[in-house]
């Protein structure tokens, strides 16, 4: 199946309009209006909500993260997507502990 990738209008949450590339995922029809940008904010907002708590349950004296999130329109609705035509998530995590 060969994906759908449209540039569409996103609102933030200020009421600014910027556009952004998104990708299609599944088979329904979708249409490509202006969608809040809240929808792939409050994923981010949860994902590292949950990298966090994992984080202070190994305790290291310094963390850091670093996600790259892709966009995509799923059931209407926009989505982060963490993970895109390949076998690895694109994240990364370096944790350090002092001696």
């Not at 996600?67 to 963490?82: K, M, P, Q």
């Amino acid at each position: 199946m060969e994906l759908q990738t449209k540039i569409i209008t996103v609102e933030l949450t200020d009421g600014t309009s910027v556009r952004v590339e998104a990708t299609q995922i599944g088979d329904r029809k979708v249409n490509f209006q202006s969608r809040p940008f809240e929808e792939v904010t409050t994923a981010i907002e949860s994902l590292t909500k949950e990298i966090v708590e994992a984080l202070h349950k190994v305790k290291p004296d310094r963390a850091s993260v670093k996600f790259g999130v892709d966009i995509a329109i799923e059931s209407g609705r926009l989505t982060a997507l963490l993970v895109k035509g390949s076998n690895t998530a694109n994240i990364e995590i370096t944790l350090e502990w002092g001696q």
